[in-house]
T-cell receptor, first 115, second 110 residues
Framework: SAVISQKPSRDICQRGTSLTIQCQVD?????MFWYRQQPGQSLTLIAT?????????ESGFVIDKFPISRPNLTFSTLTVSNMSPEDSSIYLC????????????FGPGTRLLVL | SQQGEEDPQALSIQEGENATMNCSYK?????LQWYRQNSGRGLVHLIL?????REKHSGRLRVTLDTSKKSSSLLITASRAADTASYFC??????????FGTGTQLKVEL
């Protein structure tokens, strides 16, 4: 299975500021995703991070609010821009295994609190 | 919108008892995966079951899949206090994007 790390693990931010979350994988992966988990809720897919091209966003999520970079096959960043208290969530990156089973593994998450 | 619904939303049992969680989904799937989440941290992958499989075991975990009913169940046998966590099912259709269920909060008491 892939080993995934995220930085920071948690942060407290002021409204109107931006935070960039990093996701690092120990092996090259083709598919990488970013999810959001609002307090007490399940996970919702934000976007697919595509290497070498613009991310593909799900309905309700836009690039201006959640810009994503994917410079190579082991690294991605998600920025939460112009934050408001409603952005307080856990943000998780995930990768799909290279095997035929397509198991998806998750990073430890970044817990964000916006005041 | 969430595709999967899980029940129960919360489950409290005594250590040593079995815990069963159910997941229903709405559309055709390629596979279904179960995850555990402790205290709002990252998700731990438990087991993947393909759409052409009906049952799968891993240690104390048993997963069943009924594609005709669009449902799956996760059974944890001989539960331990360390099993206390939230459990989520997630499905994939034609691609690799996961659609998550609403989750079951399991509490195993000593």
């Amino acid at each position: 299975s892939a080993v995934i790390s995220q930085k920071p693990s948690r942060d407290i931010c002021q409204r109107g500021t931006s935070l960039t979350i990093q996701c690092q994988v120990d092996s090259q992966v083709t598919m990488m995703f970013w999810y959001r988990q609002q307090p007490g809720q399940s996970l919702t897919l934000i976007a697919t991070a595509n290497q070498g091209s613009e991310a593909t966003y799900e309905s309700g999520f836009v690039i201006d609010k959640f810009p994503i970079s994917r410079p190579n096959l082991t690294f991605s960043t998600l920025t939460v821009s112009n934050m408001s208290p409603e952005d307080s969530s856990i943000y998780l990156c995930s990768v799909v295994s290279s095997g035929s089973a397509k198991t998806q593994y998750f990073g430890p998450g970044t817990r964000l609190l916006v005041l | 919108s969430q595709q999967g619904e899980e029940d129960p939303q919360a489950l409290s049992i005594q250590e040593g008892e079995n815990a069963t969680m159910n997941c229903s989904y709405k559309t055709s799937i390629n596979n279904l995966q179960w995850y555990r989440q402790n205290s709002g941290r990252g998700l731990v992958h438990l087991i993947l079951i393909r759409s052409n499989e009906r049952e799968k075991h891993s240690g104390r975990l048993r997963v069943t899949l009924d594609t005709s009913k669009k449902s799956s169940s996760l059974l944890i046998t001989a539960s331990r206090a360390a099993d206390t966590a939230s459990y989520f099912c997630a499905t994939t259709g034609g691609g690799n994007k996961l659609t998550f269920g609403t989750g079951t909060q399991l509490k195993v008491e000593l």
